[in-house]
């Protein structure tokens, strides 16, 4: 309580976007309001639209509105956008990707951290042997506002030569685009990480053929000499590194790389877990900060009450920690998952023939069962 006998309350701006994200989101808010009933703080929450959804209410995926209400939250929590109702390759149409990248381009969130956990329970449900995943434990930081993805980018129509054999045709290109900042400041924040982990720091470019990553390799090595020389940084060319992952994933501690990159690798780190049900994120800026689980809104089982909630519970465990500070109640929260995990629980992602048919539970379930253990 604080010093009048009232509960600090949270703001929680619930994204729940599309497919699963509104099955996830639910035992989310189901976890919160478990925490919230031992601890001295409230949570309070306000729903808005954002990707197909809002695609199809408002015709744009990241209405004003759900700006708003994202700005003037504490932390938003997002489940998963798209889908194949929204999916067009037609450059004018809108796309609910948008409503994400906008998002995170407007609350300036340049810094997204993935971290790649391995439950114990869960060694056997990765498709490398065990012995493989032994000591893993990564972060993932992936530069989030630049790069790739929000490069200067163009379709031309009637291009002359373009269709081949002398005809006009189509041309369309995108730009790796980087910003010394922008480079300097996401070395920091994985530099700063790698301090509070194992001290070691992989930076990841494609330095032998682009100019972007050239002087990302730069700018990470002068960072790390004016202020980081007692942690370890590691440069690796991105092809090596998603050789490596599946090779020796023991060898990362934390990995920093551009937009794009992070995209990629961190969808192959996650199948170290298992499952890319149990990757989380923690997107954060300079503001109001952003948590999702890194996988997609699955419209294949949708609405169907099996998806698996708990990289959407582990990004609520991020949340806790990161932005209210509520350490104790984070590392309850990740003690009860891993408690459920050991007692053998599975959504069916992360099940396999030696999971009795008594243990296979639904989205809801599963939530129910982290609640219990809180
Ligand atoms: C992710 C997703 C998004 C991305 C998509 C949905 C735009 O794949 O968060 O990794 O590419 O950043
Ligand atoms: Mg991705």
């Known amino acids: 309580m604080s010093e009048f006998g009232e509960l600090h309350t949270y703001r929680i701006c619930l994204l729940p976007g599309d497919g699963i994200g509104m099955e996830i989101t639910a035992e989310a808010v189901k976890v ?8 001295d703080v409230s949570f309070a929450f306000a729903e808005a639209i954002l990707g197909g959804a809002a695609i199809d209410e408002t015709g744009t995926a990241l209405p004003d509105a759900t700006l708003e209400v994202a700005h003037a939250a504490d932390a938003v929590l997002l489940g998963a956008i798209g889908g194949p109702k929204w999916d067009t390759t037609d450059p004018t149409k809108p796309r609910p990707e948008q409503g994400l990248l906008g998002l995170r381009k407007a609350l300036g969130l340049y810094a997204n951290l993935r971290p790649v956990r391995i439950f114990d329970a ?8 065990p012995e493989h995943l032994q000591e893993v434990d990564m972060l993932i930081v992936r530069e989030l506002t630049g ?3 929000f490069g200067e980018r163009a379709r031309e129509y009637g291009v002359p030569g373009a269709g081949g054999n002398g005809a006009a045709g189509q041309r369309a290109y995108d730009t790796m685009d980087y910003q010394e900042y922008e480079v300097e ?9 790698a301090r509070s982990r194992r001290g070691r720091v992989h930076s990841v470019d494609k330095a032998n053929v682009l100019e972007s990553s050239r002087m990302w390799r730069e700018i990470v090595h002068g960072v790390h000499g004016t202020g980081y020389t007692d942690v370890e940084l590691i440069d690796q060319l991105v092809d090596n590194t998603a050789m490596q992952l ?8 934390v990995i920093v790389t551009e937009n794009m990159f992070g995209d990629i690798l961190s969808d192959e780190a996650s199948m170290l877990t298992g499952s890319l049900g149990m990757l989380a994120s923690a997107s954060l800026g300079d503001g109001t900060a952003l948590y999702e689980p890194s996988h997609g809104s699955a419209p294949d089982i949708a609405g169907q009450g099996v998806a698996n909630p708990l990289a959407m519970l582990l990004s609520v465990e991020l949340m806790l920690r990161y932005s209210f500070a509520m350490e104790e109640s984070a590392d309850r929260l990740g003690r009860a998952i ?7 629980w599975r959504t069916r992602d992360i099940a396999d023939e030696s999971t009795p048919d008594e243990r296979l539970v639904g989205t809801a379930a599963m939530g129910d069962l982290v609640a219990e253990r809180l």
Do not use: C, H, M, N
């Not at 869960?122 to 042997?129: E, F, M, P, V, Y």
């Open 32 to 39: 919160l309001e478990a925490i919230a009933l031992r601890e």
């Open 338 to 344: 891993e408690a459920v995990l050991d007692e053998g």
């Open 246 to 253: 599946i090779r020796w994933p023991a060898q990362f501690d």
């Open 147 to 149: 790069g790739l993805y």
């Open 122 to 129: 869960l060694r056997d449900a990765s498709t490398l042997k």
């Open 185 to 193: 400041r996401i070395a920091r924040v994985a530099f700063e990480a």
